[in-house]
């Protein structure tokens, strides 16, 4: 990553996605409000992450951003992925379904008892239940419980290809990377 003022009161800033000179780069001149929109609209970052940074701020998001891309490309194999539109399907009602309905018009003390009484017998809920609080992820963030639920690498790739810019975060890189590993090793 470089800038340098040019002639003109201009600014140019190189984004390189490695450390070698065989690595992509990226190259923006202009004034410092262009080349803030154009990195932006280049990285494909929305108005709500680059809101209140400086170009400086912008650039080193954009940097940690493309060596996220490079590490994918060459350590993962990972390619760019536009993924269409899922259709919507029908899903099968679950075994616990008649007896959640009958059990909710029974009334409420019962459905709870019956909910309380399905998840007692899953083991996933138990599980779930069973780990440490959620402190270690931030609240709301659905990004961090899709890397959890990735099965394979092809999903990580594309959990990437759908939102780049969120993997400026760093505990969304962290826990991509670390899934990333756990998928590779088993």
Do not use: C
Not at 44 to 63: C, H
Not at 123 to 152: F, H, K, M, V, Y
Request: charged share 10%.
């Amino acid at each position: 990553m470089g800038t340098s003022a040019p002639t003109g009161r201009g600014v140019t800033v190189t984004i390189k996605y490695g450390r070698g000179y065989e690595a992509p780069w990226a190259v923006f001149h202009g004034q410092p409000h262009e080349i803030r929109d154009d990195i932006a609209a280049f990285f494909g970052m929305t108005a709500a992450t680059t809101a209140g940074l400086t170009l400086s701020d912008i650039v080193v998001n954009a940097t940690a951003q493309a060596h996220g891309v490079e590490t994918i490309a060459s350590g993962l194999g990972g390619a760019t992925v536009i993924e269409s539109q899922p259709t919507p399907t029908a899903t099968a009602p679950t075994a616990t379904a008649p007896a959640a309905t009958a059990s909710a018009a029974a009334g409420p003390t019962a459905a709870a008892s019956t909910s309380a009484t399905a998840a007692a017998a899953d083991p996933w809920s138990q599980a779930s239940a069973a780990q440490a609080p959620a402190a270690a992820q931030p609240a709301g963030n659905p990004l961090l419980d899709r890397i959890a639920r990735a099965t394979d690498v092809q999903s990580l790739q594309r959990i990437w290809a759908d939102d780049p810019s969120a993997f400026t975060d760093p505990a969304v890189m962290a826990a991509w990377k670390a899934r990333g590993r756990a998928l590779t090793t088993n």
